[in-house]
């Protein structure tokens, strides 16, 4: 089966500096990636459509300087959180899919700290 | 009214038992249906897929989707410990588009 791979698994950082965390399709192509937010106790909430070779699409209410999002390649995308605050604390968690019969594949989530 | 429903829980149950978890929609173009387990600090785990309407089993798992009741259905058989998580329910009309999540239902399996 399809296999998404994000890196780091967690990650703490200090207030204002900025964080780049990375989605990869291991054994498939994606020319769309997800990238959703995850709040403790709370539902995963899509923040952004990342499109390879093309500006992503962001949801209403996420900021686009903040969450700069690169599909540079059809097996990459990348979300860098900038000048990170305390609020900016999360799960998050991207997906790709690789075919219908094989719905949504999610990474394993990258854990956000900012102190 | 939100696009997918969901129990939210808490859902406490004592091993052995039958869980049953649903999901109510309102969107009519959803055809692709999926069940996902969340373990804490895990991301989201794909459990059950099925298109249109019908049923799906697999191991301990059966996925029901009843389309003309907008109404679908997860049962886990012979519940474990290991089974406590978050289940997910999630569709999507057209291949990769308009995908939803519900908001999830915790379970937890009590030995």
């Known amino acids: 089966g399809a296999v998404v791979s994000q890196h780091p698994s967690w990650v703490i950082c200090k207030s204002g500096t900025s964080v780049k965390i990375e989605c990869r399709s291991l054994?498939?192509?994606?020319?769309?990636m997800f990238w959703y937010r995850q709040f403790p106790k709370q539902s995963l909430m899509l923040m952004a459509t990342?499109?390879?070779?093309?500006?992503?699409?962001?949801e209403q209410g996420v900021e686009k300087d903040k969450f700069l999002i690169n599909h540079a390649s059809l097996t990459l995308s990348t979300l860098t959180v900038t000048s990170a605050h305390p609020e900016d604390s999360s799960f998050y968690i991207c997906?790709?899919?690789?075919?219908?019969?094989?719905?949504?594949?999610f990474g394993s989530g990258t854990r956000l700290t900012v102190v | 009214q939100k696009e997918v429903e969901q129990d939210p829980g808490p859902l406490s149950v004592p091993e052995g038992a039958i869980v049953s978890l649903n999901c109510t929609y309102s969107?009519?173009?959803?055809?692709?249906f999926m069940w996902y387990r969340q373990y804490s600090r895990k991301g989201p785990e794909l459990l059950m897929y099925?298109?249109?309407?019908g049923n799906k089993e697999d191991g301990r798992f059966t996925a029901q989707v009843d389309k003309s009741s907008k109404y679908i259905s997860l049962f886990i058989r012979d519940s474990q410990p290991s089974d406590s998580a978050t289940y997910l329910c999630?569709?999507?009309?057209?291949?990769?588009?308009?995908?939803?999540f519900g908001p999830g239902t915790r379970l937890s399996v009590l030995p």
């Open positions: 969107n009519s173009a959803f055809q692709y």
């Open positions: 054994d498939f192509q994606a020319t769309t």
């Open positions: 997906s790709a899919v690789d075919r219908p019969s094989y719905g949504y594949t």
């Open positions: 999630a569709m999507m009309s057209n291949y990769g588009q308009n995908f939803v």
């Open positions: 099925t298109y249109s309407s």
């Open positions: 990342s499109n390879e070779g093309s500006k992503a699409t962001y």
